[in-house]
């Protein structure tokens, strides 16, 4: 099994967004990951389902949408309707997870988790069976560029081992923080999903940015 790439559009220019996305149509990468910010959740506003929906036209590419918004449940739909292939909303963002999740299999997208820096794996527990993704945030959410807090290594081993012993398929994602210089260690500790945004947009060559991205650790192990 070879892990996945998802190129965060957060850190594109968006002043070209056609030719980015262009861009990451053209390379190896495997999804198009898009960071929904409310201004509330997290102190950042990004975009909504309108600007999702002008990118699925553009992209080729699986979109994985990462909700960073409260109240998550009353635009599961909207954004499915946009395009989104994978839908992931916060554990902090939800007092009922287990509907939401529920919410968002019903619309026919895979559902996907997320915990911030500060909360355990733990608290995933009873949800992992329900999920075809958890996403562990290894900054705190809301902007691209910040620094990748290695306390997230010990996490992405705790859920692999977790999902191992349950014997659970869940992609281990793993959004912030993440450069050419750290991917290996993020797949060694049992990731199988790397988001980058500034990694990737911001070199001087993204093309081949994402091709290095995808030659790291080379076929990683079968984990199920
Ligand atoms: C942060 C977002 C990330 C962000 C990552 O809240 O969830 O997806 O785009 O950006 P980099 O890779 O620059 O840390
Ligand atoms: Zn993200």
């Given amino acids: 099994m070879k892990h996945l790439v ?3 559009l957060l850190a594109a220019d968006f002043s070209r967004l056609a030719e980015e996305v262009a861009m990451v149509n053209e390379s190896q ?3 198009l990951h898009l960071d929904v910010m409310d201004g509330h959740f997290v102190p950042n506003i990004t975009f909504g389902p309108m600007v999702i929906e002008a990118v699925n036209r553009l992209s080729k590419k699986p979109l994985d949408v990462h909700l960073m918004i409260r109240q998550p449940e009353k635009y599961i739909e909207q954004f499915r309707e946009a395009g989104a292939d994978v839908i992931t909303v916060h554990y902090e963002a939800c007092t009922h997870l287990h509907r939401v999740i529920q919410q968002i299999r019903d619309t026919g997208a895979t559902p996907g988790v997320s915990i911030n820096p500060h909360n355990p794996v733990s608290l995933l527990e009873d949800i992992l069976e329900e999920v ?7 900054v705190n959410p809301g902007f691209g560029g910040q620094k990748f807090i290695y306390n997230t290594l010990l996490k992405i081993q705790r859920l692999r081992n977790r999902l191992t012993v349950r014997n659970l398929t869940a992609h281990i ?6 450069g050419l210089h750290n991917a290996e260690k993020v797949l060694q500790a049992g990731a199988d999903v790397l988001v980058a945004g500034s990694a990737i947009f911001k070199a001087d060559d993204p093309i081949d940015t994402i091709r290095r991205f995808k030659e790291i650790g080379g076929e990683i192990r079968k984990f199920v």
Avoid: R
């Fill in 6 to 8: 998802a190129p965060s």
């Fill in 29 to 31: 990468a495997d999804w």
């Fill in 132 to 138: 075809g993704l958890v996403l562990l945030m290894s």
């Fill in 173 to 178: 994602e793993v959004d912030g923080g993440i």
